[in-house]
């Protein structure tokens, strides 16, 4: 088995990587400072509160309808609903606190409900009850909870759907008795999230360091019981070593090491492979592509484009190898 490059060999930024990502959108950019160089934690804050009122942030936020949908849907195929746009606001780190995520959101909160977007019988729900689905349930979780909304019952509904190989399947209620990565990651970062906020229980860390390990048990990519790789999804048929941005509901490598890197796990020996994967894929400028791009409007463009080096994934994969590279 591929074991991860030695400490020296995993790619570093040079001054001309970090000023390209610095040469870039208020949202992308404070990230950058924060996790990059070594800004102050006020010119970090002043950056990142301009994400509200110039650039993607903002063009994403006008375009939210009055009666607080985006898209004018809570969910749909195309990436530009409300549950994606707010995924969208998230990843872009849009504080919570701003007036004008407080306006935004609160009009989801008020007006948005499931209407026509899932099954029937969810119609009524609030968006932020959530649907039937835990893939669909962990995306919404995750940004209510960052939002600082009650998604509790959305967690509470995740929990009772874990099975007994410690992930989560939207299939399962068809006969399904196997994990789905997608599924699992997506859920995770609900899980993680309400932790991240305050709202936590030893129940819900429990359910959560169990789906965890069922990344881990399979190295991130390969089959318990075989220790064959994964190819590709068998839902989507996307390729898990192909990396795009935004992920949306799929899982690849660097997302599941960007789970394990947000929620503080050490590295060990099952995460080296992927880590290897990872930095394999460092162009010789010092950047990384993006790969892939899965179908749909977005209603935003926030990268330059399929097959072109990708500011948002040379970022990730940046922060994940630093992540690599303090273990013990």
Known sequence: MTTSPPKWQIPKPNRSVINWLLDSDPSLR????????????????????????????????????????????????????????????????????????????????????????????CDNNAFFEGEAEPCINGQVGAVGAYFGQDVQGIIDRLLGEQLSDGGWNCDAPNGSTRSSFNTTICVLDALLEHERVGRGTPEVTESRLRGQEYLLERRLFRRRSTGEVIERDRKSDTVWTRFAFPTWWHYDILRGLEYLRNAGVTPDER????????????????????????????????????GRPSRWNTLRALRVLDWYSTRD
């Open 30 to 121: 404070w990230q950058v400072m924060r996790d990059l160089t070594d800004a102050s934690a006020d010119e970090v804050a002043a950056e990142r509160a301009r994400v509200a009122a110039e650039g993607w942030g903002a063009r994403l936020l006008y375009l939210q309808g009055g009666d607080g949908r985006w898209g004018g849907a809570a969910w749909n195929h195309g990436w530009d609903s409300t549950m994606h746009a707010l995924m969208l606001l998230r990843e872009m780190g849009l504080d919570p606190a701003s007036d004008q995520a407080c306006r935004a959101v609160g009009l989801v909160r008020d007006r948005v409900t499931w209407m026509g977007c899932g099954p029937q019988e």
């Open 271 to 306: 995460v080296a492979e992927a880590v290897a994967l990872v930095s394999s894929k460092c162009g010789d400028d010092g950047r990384w592509l993006l790969e892939t791009r899965y179908p749909g409007m977005m209603p935003v463009e926030i990268d330059e484009g399929e």
